[in-house]
């Protein structure tokens, strides 16, 4: 079962099914310690439905750990269900780490302060996402097919914390986990 106290602690205060977050965790772990952690719940609102969603980011001294878990909705079979997702690299694969801060108030600014919106990308190569758009010319009146225009983004997880909804701590703790990760990436490179 995780052993690492404080990461338990703060599963369980999600309220998110921590025993199957944890048990999960657990098996990704492979008996590895927990370095780093940062646990973000989300709730999604559908038209008619709500979804919940918790991604928990867990570093070891050799790896990343990723663990998803989400609602499913059920059928007449079976009515509901979590699904648990891990996924683990080592931290030698991690090809970046981006970290953006956005602060409402730059004039306001002063060292140390939390920004109003902190978002994490990483980055080891296992998936690529293909934004497209319709290519023009520059010409407004041009009818002419100019086919597609786009880029490819390598993005394998993101996640975003805004100070208004989960608070400075919850900005905070994500720039800590962030400052740890980085210089986890420049040592195991």
């Given at each position: ?23 999960a ?5 492979g ?63 991690i ?8 602060t ?27 934004e ?15 086919g ?13 914390v ?28």
């Amino acid at each position: 079962m995780l052993s690492d106290q404080s990461l338990r602690t703060e599963l369980d205060q999600t309220g998110y099914f921590p025993r199957i977050v944890a048990d999960a965790l657990d098996i990704a772990l492979g008996g590895e310690t927990p370095t780093a952690f940062f646990v973000l719940p989300d709730v999604a609102f559908g038209v008619g439905t709500i979804g919940r969603h918790l991604t928990v980011l867990v570093m070891t001294a050799t790896r990343l750990i990723s663990a998803h878990v989400d609602d499913h909705a059920g059928d007449e079979i079976a009515p509901a269900a979590v699904a648990a997702t891990t996924e683990a690299v080592s931290l030698g694969r991690i090809e970046s780490v981006t970290l953006s801060q956005i602060t409402s108030e730059p004039t306001d600014y002063l060292s140390g302060d939390s920004p109003g919106l902190v978002r994490l990308a990483i980055n080891w190569g296992g998936s690529q996402m293909l934004e497209l758009e319709p290519a023009t010319c520059g010409d407004p009146e041009c009818a002419a097919e100019h086919g597609f225009s786009g880029s490819v983004n390598g993005e394998d997880i993101s996640l975003q914390v805004s100070k208004d909804v989960s608070g400075e701590e919850g900005a905070a703790k994500l720039i800590a986990f962030a400052r740890q990760l980085y210089a986890a990436t420049a040592s195991a490179a």
